[in-house]
C-alpha cells in the first residue's frame, strides 16, 4: 500500500534559500561575514518554525470555525423545524399550515380538508391520554400513505387535521373527494388495538377557494361541511359546496 502523499510545503522556496545560506555559510572564509551569515540563519529558520506552527494552527482553527458553524446551521435548522411542526406527529402546527395555504392562496386556488377522529373524547376518557396519543400518532400514519406528494397535511387542534391540496377547479372535484374517501377507509380499515377491540373513524369536511382567498374563510366552510358529515352519522365525506355526504363505501 502507498503512503499518503505530504501536503506541498508552502515554504520550499525559502527553505531552499536557507540551504543555500547555510551552505555559504559552511564554506566561507572570513570570519565576520560566516557569523553574520549563521545568525541570520538561525534567525530566518526559526522564522520558519514559527511560522509554519501559527499556520497549522490557523488551519486547526479553520477546522474548528467550519464545525462549529456547521453545528450552528444544524441548530438553527433544528429550532426552525420545532417552530413550525407539531411535536407529537411531526406534521405541520397549526401556524404553520395556516401561513402555508395564505401563501399559495397568493398565486393559485387550492382545496381544504378538514379531518376530525370520530368520539375522540371517548378514547381519551375511556383508556387514557397515552392511547390517545398512538391514536392521533396512527390517524397520520394513515393519511400520510394516501396524500399525493404535493399536499400539506397539518394537526390544528387535539384530534383535528386539515390537508391542503394546492391547484385543480371546479368545486370539490370527484378527484378530491375520491382522495378524501381513500383516507377515510385508510383510517377506518386501520388496526389501533384499542382495550375494548373498537374501531377508530374520522369526519372529513372538504372546501375549495379560489386564488386570493384567506385560510379562515375556506377554513370556515370545510368545518361547516365536517359538522355535516358529523351530524348525519359520522365517518364520511361532505363537500362544502354540495353540502351532502358521499355514500360510505364497504
Given at each position: 500500500?502507498?503512503a499518503?502523499?505530504?501536503?506541498?510545503d508552502?515554504?520550499?522556496a525559502?527553505?531552499?534559500?536557507?540551504?543555500?545560506?547555510?551552505?555559504?555559510?559552511?564554506?566561507?572564509d572570513?570570519?565576520?561575514c560566516?557569523q553574520?551569515?549563521?545568525?541570520?540563519?538561525n534567525?530566518?529558520?526559526?522564522?520558519?518554525?514559527?511560522?509554519?506552527?501559527l499556520?497549522?494552527?490557523s488551519?486547526?482553527?479553520?477546522?474548528?470555525?467550519?464545525?462549529?458553524?456547521?453545528?450552528?446551521?444544524?441548530f438553527?435548522?433544528e429550532?426552525?423545524?420545532?417552530?413550525?411542526?407539531?411535536?407529537?406527529?411531526?406534521?405541520?402546527?397549526?401556524?404553520?399550515?395556516?401561513e402555508?395555504?395564505?401563501?399559495?392562496?397568493?398565486?393559485?386556488?387550492l382545496?381544504?380538508i378538514?379531518?376530525?377522529i370520530?368520539h375522540?373524547?371517548?378514547?381519551?376518557?375511556?383508556?387514557?391520554h397515552?392511547?390517545?396519543?398512538?391514536v392521533?400518532?396512527?390517524?397520520?400514519?394513515?393519511?400520510?400513505?394516501?396524500?399525493?406528494?404535493?399536499?400539506?397535511?397539518?394537526?390544528?387542534?387535539?384530534?383535528?387535521?386539515?390537508?391542503?391540496?394546492?391547484?385543480?377547479s371546479?368545486?370539490?372535484?370527484d378527484?378530491?373527494?375520491?382522495?378524501?374517501?381513500s383516507?377515510?377507509?385508510?383510517?377506518?380499515?386501520?388496526?389501533?388495538?384499542?382495550?375494548d377491540?373498537?374501531?377508530?373513524?374520522?369526519s372529513?369536511?372538504?372546501?375549495?377557494?379560489?386564488?386570493?382567498?384567506?385560510?379562515?374563510a375556506?377554513?370556515?366552510?370545510?368545518?361547516?361541511?365536517?359538522y355535516?358529515?358529523?351530524r348525519?352519522g359520522?365517518?364520511?365525506?361532505?363537500?362544502?359546496?354540495?353540502?351532502?355526504?358521499t355514500?360510505?363505501?364497504?
Amino acid at each position: 500500500m502507498n503512503a499518503p502523499a505530504l501536503p506541498p510545503d508552502i515554504f520550499e522556496a525559502e527553505t531552499q534559500a536557507l540551504r543555500s545560506a547555510r551552505a555559504v555559510h559552511a564554506g566561507g572564509d572570513d570570519a565576520p561575514c560566516r557569523q553574520a551569515l549563521g545568525e541570520l540563519a538561525n534567525a530566518y529558520e526559526r522564522l520558519l518554525r514559527e511560522t509554519r506552527r501559527l499556520v497549522r494552527r490557523s488551519d486547526r482553527t479553520e477546522r474548528e470555525m467550519s464545525g462549529l458553524n456547521q453545528r450552528l446551521q444544524d441548530f438553527a435548522a433544528e429550532l426552525e423545524y420545532r417552530a413550525t411542526h407539531d411535536p407529537l406527529t411531526g406534521v405541520l402546527n397549526r401556524a404553520a399550515i395556516i401561513e402555508l395555504v395564505n401563501r399559495t392562496f397568493e398565486h393559485r386556488e387550492l382545496l381544504l380538508i378538514v379531518l376530525d377522529i370520530d368520539h375522540f373524547k371517548r378514547v381519551n376518557d375511556s383508556f387514557g391520554h397515552p392511547v390517545g396519543d398512538r391514536v392521533i400518532v396512527g390517524v397520520v400514519s394513515c393519511l400520510k400513505r394516501v396524500l399525493p406528494a404535493d399536499a400539506h397535511l397539518g394537526r390544528v387542534g387535539g384530534e383535528e387535521f386539515t390537508v391542503l391540496l394546492p391547484g385543480g377547479s371546479g368545486g370539490c372535484g370527484d378527484d378530491a373527494e375520491a382522495l378524501a374517501e381513500s383516507m377515510r377507509r385508510a383510517i377506518e380499515a386501520h388496526d389501533f388495538s384499542l382495550p375494548d377491540g373498537s374501531p377508530v373513524t374520522a369526519s372529513f369536511g372538504m372546501s375549495r377557494a379560489p386564488m386570493g382567498g384567506r385560510f379562515d374563510a375556506a377554513y370556515a366552510l370545510a368545518d361547516e361541511a365536517l359538522y355535516v358529515a358529523k351530524r348525519g352519522g359520522r365517518n364520511q365525506v361532505v363537500c362544502a359546496a354540495l353540502q351532502t355526504p358521499t355514500p360510505t363505501l364497504p
